[in-house]
């Protein structure tokens, strides 16, 4: 499993294996999962964003 974190603007995307699992509105702080199966609870891996 690849994960990938991209920040455009004011949005944090984040990839598995190349799709699209998750994006973050930084400004806002609303956000949307796209694939609950790959991201969940119990996904070890954790989203942080950049401190600007």
Known sequence: MVFTKETKD?????????????KKWLKT?????????????YTEYSIKEKSK
Not at 33 to 40: E, K, L, Q
């Open 10 to 22: 004011n949005e944090l995307y984040l990839y598995l294996n190349g799709k699209l699992i998750y």
């Open 29 to 41: 702080g609303e956000s949307k999962v796209f694939d609950v199966m790959a991201y969940d609870k």
